[in-house]
Nanobody, 121 residues
Framework: QVQLVESGGGLVQAGGSLRLSCAAS????????MGWYRQAPGKQRELVATITTSGSTHYADSVKGRFTISRDNAKNTVYLQMNSLKPEDTAVYSC???????????????WGQGTQVTVSS
């Protein structure tokens, strides 16, 4: 069984910064990609940023230049540094691990429980 545990959400004023962390644990052999998605009230979940094992990154246009995703492969942990936050960044941010190979040779995707990020104006 694989679990993702997120931390780092909270309340911040516009222009401020937050850093999210997501640690994957369990019988993990490898994880192809890790990323962050967010869902605001009344809206669909959207991709924020992803990063592969090799360090290749992808960002939503709305966060380019403000957010930075990074990853510690040895710790199976992904980070999201969020700077210059805007009220429209307010959402529940969820961590995703894709292409998780476990010791039983199974390949699956997993989600964290989500962490609230609120940006006040």
């Amino acid at each position: 069984q694989v679990q993702l545990v997120e931390s780092g959400g909270g309340l911040v004023q516009a222009g401020g910064s937050l850093r999210l962390s997501c640690a994957a644990s369990g019988s993990i052999v490898s994880i192809y990609a890790m990323g962050w998605y967010r869902q605001a009230p009344g809206k669909q979940r959207e991709l924020v940023a992803t990063i592969t094992t090799s360090g290749s990154t992808h960002y939503a246009d709305s966060v380019k230049g403000r957010f930075t995703i990074s990853r510690d492969n040895a710790k199976n942990t992904v980070y999201l540094q969020m700077n210059s936050l805007k009220p429209e960044d307010t959402a529940v941010y969820s961590c995703n691990a894709a292409g998780v190979l476990d010791t039983a040779h199974r390949l699956n995707n997993y989600w964290g429980q989500g962490t609230q990020v609120t940006v006040s104006s």
